[in-house]
């Protein structure tokens, strides 16, 4: 079976793209697997590479006058039996490569279409999930060209509260805000990468627990997570930088704890369509859960949630990698 393991992009999380795909390569079986990388430069580029750590490659272009597409690789012609994205935020985790691929006729990891782009929109994700009876923080979402008042925010969320870009991973362009004389710098900021922003009611250290989901009609729920950042949240740089940072798996919840937070990402990941996989973040304060956001693409690099979680669930990496292959098989 060829399966195309396709990373990189024009998106502010390029590097974390091609982390996961390092990670994904050096654990899949390549006894089972003609694999295919394939990398998208940031300036959107496709090659087609000898390891994720390549920046030279032959170029690919792809033929849609058939289905399943055609792929040329330099002067060869092929055809693709999976293809998997590791691809996180703008131009791939948000519904665009999907669609690339239903047009072209190949099955694919992950979530659809429709899924995929409410997931990566913050937005639209806490109005499904808020309609679905699913606790979230209270927020507005603005956008670039409209105006705000900052006393008006200041009022409704008090702080410390959040401003984030509204179609973006990796806690990229996020701040966390104290005082209303930071409120405008953090909005120019989340403003620098996306042309909509989420303003969102802030916690004070709450605890952070993730799990991850897999499955397609039956999905399951991994072993709970949680993560203790080293800085005042989990931004990027406690996230991929920082040693400090700690994630406990499994999380110390007790066993109504642990019931009720797989029975949120669950619910969370059916109310949004997902199928395949998914990692679901959660908030935990004062016994109470918020679902913060669901990952479509979550991280494959050697600190990853997703990964972790399955592999202390009973699932190796190797074995991880074939059910969601089978799974985009399936779907």
Same mark, same amino acid.
Request: charged share 25%; proline share 6%.
């Given at each position: 079976?060829?399966?195309?393991?396709?990373?990189?992009?024009?998106?502010?999380?390029?590097?974390?793209?091609?982390?996961s795909a390092k990670?994904?390569?050096?654990? /899949?079986?390549?006894?089972?697997?003609?694999?295919?990388?394939?990398?998208?430069?940031?300036?959107g580029?496709?090659?087609?590479?000898?390891?994720?750590?390549?920046?030279?490659?032959?170029?690919?272009?792809?033929?849609?006058?058939?289905s399943?597409?055609?792929?040329?690789?330099?002067?060869?012609?092929?055809?693709?039996?999976?293809?998997?994205?590791?691809?996180?935020?703008?131009?791939?985790?948000?519904?665009?490569?999907?669609?690339?691929?239903?047009?072209?006729?190949?099955?694919?990891?992950?979530?659809?279409?429709?899924a995929?782009a409410?997931?990566?929109?913050?937005?639209?994700?806490k109005?499904?999930?808020?309609?679905?009876?699913?606790?979230?923080?209270?927020?507005i979402?603005?956008?670039?060209?409209? #105006? /705000?008042?900052?006393?008006?925010i200041?009022?409704?969320?008090?702080?410390?509260?959040?401003?984030?870009?509204?179609?973006?991973?990796?806690?990229?362009?996020?701040?966390?805000?104290?005082?209303?004389?930071?409120?405008?710098?953090?909005?120019?900021?989340?403003?620098?990468?996306?042309?909509?922003?989420?303003i969102?009611?802030? @916690?004070?250290?709450?605890?952070?627990?993730?799990?991850? /989901? @897999?499955?397609?009609e039956?999905?399951q729920? #991994?072993? @709970?997570?949680?993560?203790?950042p080293?800085?005042?949240?989990?931004?990027?740089?406690?996230?991929?930088? #920082?040693?400090k940072?700690?994630?406990?798996?499994?999380?110390?919840?007790?066993?109504?704890?642990?019931?009720?937070?797989?029975?949120l990402?669950?619910?969370?990941?059916?109310?949004?369509?997902?199928r395949?996989?998914?990692?679901?973040?959660?908030?935990?304060?004062?016994?109470k859960?918020?679902?913060?956001?669901?990952?479509?693409?979550?991280?494959?690099?050697?600190?990853s949630?997703?990964?972790?979680?399955?592999?202390?669930?009973?699932?190796?990496?190797?074995?991880?990698?074939?059910?969601? /292959?089978?799974?985009?098989?399936?779907?």
């Amino acid at each position: 079976m060829r399966v195309a393991i396709v990373f990189g992009s024009r998106s502010a999380e390029h590097e974390v793209s091609v982390t996961s795909a390092k990670g994904i390569y050096g654990a /899949i079986d390549k006894t089972k697997y003609e694999l295919v990388l394939i990398k998208i430069t940031k300036q959107g580029e496709w090659l087609a590479v000898e390891h994720p750590d390549a920046d030279e490659g032959l170029p690919v272009v792809m033929d849609l006058s058939r289905s399943p597409a055609r792929f040329r690789i330099g002067e060869q012609w092929i055809t693709i039996d999976v293809i998997f994205p590791v691809l996180h935020g703008p131009y791939g985790e948000d519904g665009t490569i999907q669609g690339m691929c239903e047009m072209a006729g190949i099955p694919y990891v992950g979530c659809g279409v429709a899924a995929s782009a409410i997931a990566m929109d913050k937005d639209l994700t806490k109005r499904v999930l808020r309609a679905n009876g699913i606790p979230v923080l209270d927020w507005i979402a603005v956008y670039k060209h409209e #105006s /705000i008042d900052l006393r008006e925010i200041g009022e409704r969320f008090g702080y410390p509260l959040f401003v984030k870009p509204a179609r973006l991973g990796s806690s990229v362009g996020i701040t966390k805000v104290h005082a209303e004389d930071g409120l405008r710098p953090a909005i120019e900021y989340a403003f620098e990468y996306d042309s909509k922003i989420v303003i969102e009611k802030g @916690l004070n250290r709450p605890r952070e627990i993730e799990c991850a /989901i @897999l499955g397609n009609e039956e999905p399951q729920p #991994s072993i @709970l997570g949680e993560v203790i950042p080293a800085h005042e949240f989990y931004d990027y740089d406690a996230k991929y930088k #920082s040693p400090k940072s700690k994630r406990l798996v499994p999380a110390p919840l007790n066993e109504d704890e642990t019931r009720t937070a797989q029975r949120l990402a669950l619910d969370s990941f059916k109310a949004i369509g997902c199928r395949g996989m998914a990692r679901v973040d959660m908030f935990y304060v004062d016994g109470k859960f918020y679902v913060n956001e669901l990952n479509t693409i979550p991280g494959f690099t050697p600190i990853s949630m997703y990964p972790k979680l399955w592999q202390a669930t009973g699932l190796s990496y190797s074995q991880l990698i074939d059910r969601l /292959i089978e799974l985009a098989l399936e779907a």
